[in-house]
């Protein structure tokens, strides 16, 4: 089992940043590639980035390239998503995701093992 907590969300205003953090236990972190992804109220939980086990090949969705940086601290069990120039698009709930074992990165949810329970990001214009 590993145990996912998200934190940093928040309200910010259009244009702005903020960075999410989430911290993982249970299991070696190390062993997971990371994911975060987002759900907006009526829609379906989408991919924001992920990023390798070694920290490697980080992805991005389209929407956010430019603007979001994924990485990772293996000694500290953490992962972050850097998010800048926000968007009132940008608003969400969003969550880490951990995959196990997984031999390339994948955008797709369906393929993470382990979730945390959320933090809302609320972006005003």
């Known amino acids: 089992q590993v145990q996912l907590v998200e934190s940093g969300g928040g309200l910010v205003q259009a244009g702005g940043s903020l960075r999410l953090s989430c911290a993982a236990s249970?299991?070696?972190?190390?062993?997971?590639?990371m994911g975060w992804f987002r759900q907006a109220p009526g829609k379906e939980r989408e991919f924001v980035a992920a990023i390798r086990w070694n920290g490697g090949s980080p992805d991005y969705a389209d929407s956010v390239k430019g603007r979001f940086t994924i990485s990772r601290d293996n000694a500290k069990n953490t992962v972050y998503l850097q998010m800048n120039s926000l968007k009132p698009e940008d608003t969400a709930v969003y969550y880490c995701?951990?995959?196990?074992?997984?031999?390339?990165?994948?955008?797709?949810?369906?393929?993470?093992?382990?979730w945390g329970q959320g933090t809302q990001v609320t972006v005003s214009s």
């Open positions: 995701a951990a995959r196990y074992g997984g031999s390339y990165l994948t955008s797709l949810k369906t393929l993470y093992n382990y």
């Open positions: 249970g299991r070696t972190f190390s062993n997971y590639d």
